[in-house]
């Protein structure tokens, strides 16, 4: 008996799917569209039409699996805190679990021996990333400007971008990051730069 094929978000799900299982069993140099059509079920041709290389459908595959463990962007979650320490903290734990995601295997995989081109898509998925955490800071600044915490104005990018830096540099280096670093972190540091940059 045929099976039917998926279309749709069911076909997508499905190509990301074999791709990353792909990907952990012969890693990226067994990475192809041959390989992710037949696992998918769907033809060549409509993985061609979409991804210009194995590469650039490894990388889609990883977003999305981010995207599906931590429910959503950090800049579209539900912000629930009562002060400035609380927003930062679900803010940041959520940018944990999507950072948690890009595991060491996978690591390992998308960075060796990375090609130029290979290495301007990591670039554009770190710019696109940078893009989504200035947004979840902003409205976290935003709420706490409403409650009195902040002053008015805006936030330089690189404050905004300072702790998930460094939260990408622990991924990098493979140490872990505790809930009571990342406490001092809020506290000790970036709320103090806030209210400094803010005229607090």
Same mark, same amino acid.
């Given at each position: 008996?045929?099976?039917?094929?998926?279309?749709?978000?069911?076909?997508?799900?499905?190509?990301? *799917?074999?791709?990353?299982?792909?990907?952990?069993?012969?890693?990226?140099?067994?990475?192809?569209?041959?390989?992710?059509?037949?696992?998918?079920?769907?033809?060549?041709?409509?993985?061609?039409?979409?991804? +210009?290389?194995?590469?650039?459908?490894?990388?889609?595959?990883?977003?999305?699996?981010?995207?599906?463990?931590?429910?959503?962007?950090?800049?579209?979650?539900?912000?629930?805190?009562?002060?400035?320490?609380?927003?930062?903290?679900?803010?940041?734990?959520?940018?944990?679990?999507?950072?948690?995601?890009? +595991?060491?295997?996978?690591?390992?995989?998308?960075? +060796?021996?990375?090609?130029?081109?290979?290495?301007?898509?990591?670039?554009?998925?770190?710019?696109?990333?940078?893009?989504?955490?200035?947004?979840?800071?902003?409205?976290?600044?935003?709420?706490?400007?409403?409650?009195?915490?902040?002053?008015?104005?805006?936030?330089?990018?690189?404050?905004?971008?300072?702790?998930?830096?460094?939260?990408?540099?622990?991924?990098?280096?493979?140490?872990?990051?505790?809930?009571? *670093?990342?406490?001092?972190?809020?506290?000790?540091?970036?709320?103090?730069?806030?209210?400094?940059?803010?005229?607090?």
């Amino acid at each position: 008996m045929t099976q039917t094929r998926r279309r749709g978000a069911a076909l997508e799900a499905a190509i990301y *799917q074999a791709t990353r299982e792909i990907l952990e069993e012969d890693g990226l140099t067994g990475l192809t569209f041959p390989k992710v059509a037949e696992r998918a079920n769907t033809s060549k041709p409509v993985i061609y039409r979409r991804w +210009d290389s194995p590469f650039a459908l490894a990388i889609a595959a990883l977003q999305d699996k981010i995207k599906r463990e931590n429910h959503g962007r950090t800049d579209e979650i539900t912000l629930t805190g009562h002060s400035l320490a609380d927003d930062l903290t679900q803010v940041l734990r959520r940018f944990t679990i999507s950072m948690k995601t890009f +595991d060491e295997s996978y690591l390992g995989t998308l960075m +060796d021996g990375l090609s130029t081109e290979q290495s301007a898509t990591i670039q554009r998925m770190i710019t696109e990333g940078n893009a989504i955490d200035i947004k979840a800071v902003d409205r976290v600044v935003k709420r706490a400007q409403d409650r009195g915490e902040l002053g008015t104005g805006t936030l330089p990018a690189a404050v905004k971008l300072l702790p998930f830096d460094l939260l990408r540099y622990h991924l990098f280096v493979n140490q872990e990051f505790s809930d009571e *670093q990342l406490s001092t972190i809020i506290n000790d540091v970036l709320i103090p730069a806030y209210e400094h940059a803010l005229n607090q």
